[in-house]
């Protein structure tokens, strides 16, 4: 029997992982991200919140005192409730930018996420009390570029692939690149393959997405959960979603059913990889693939 797990609370301080850039560690907490705060001369930028009002306050206060006066943007790598839905502790004071596409799926679907994620449990839905959904003053298709003072952040909306709307900002001066849940450290990707209701998440759009993060180049890669690494990172992730995607169509070649190879999936690359976390998404992603890959075979017939 798993334990249960802590409450998704924000609870570290940030640590400086490159000149003004600091992360507020997840902690290895389920549903909590890991949160970026970069400092510029003149302009500071956050990356993500934490999940509710709560979370999104104490993000608040770090950023306050990092900034120091200086004006403050916000942004959020996707709409997903435990890397945006504390953005209201910064209304009003910074300018929130968003990717276009992330704002469209937040209004789809922000407010069902809010309820789904209220039945995972009294510590997730007390941290949702009072959330409100927040839209951006500035929204960006494709590229865009926040001038921060002797930094720059380049903020990239990617298009479908964990979601609709997933967005990178990558840091050129200090080659840092944040990546939401595009990239995990030591923890399974993460499927909202979740039929009828959402089935947006495109494994193999995903995978193409992950190559060309790797040639980004960057030297930091801060994942949406798990520990800060190298571009390692990135290529740890594309290869387990290839693994997913080929094991898949092999066992589909095999007869399997889509219950038959979620199981064996399942119990493979838990074995595969005992020291990651959120095992319970490997079925969902298995699920994914298998989609996609009986469509690609009718297709062809
Ligand atoms: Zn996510």
Redesign the pocket.
Known sequence: MEATPPPPVVEKDPREVADGVYVIPDGRVPLVPNVGIVVGDRAALVIDTGMGPRNGATVRSHADRLAAGRQMFLTL??F?P??GYGAQAFAGDAVTVYNRAQLDELRAKGAGYVELFKTFGAPVAAELEGVELVEPEIVYDGTAELELGGSRALLRDWGRA??LGDQTVFLPEQRVLFT??LVEERCFA?F?WFPPDDVDVDGHRWIEVLEELERLDPAIVVP?HGDVGGPELIATAREYLELLRDETARLADEGATEDDLAAELDRSLRALHPDWAQPEWIAFGARCFYTAYTRELAARS
């Open positions: 790598t996707h997903h435990e890397h964990h979601t939401g849940d993460i909202p949406g």
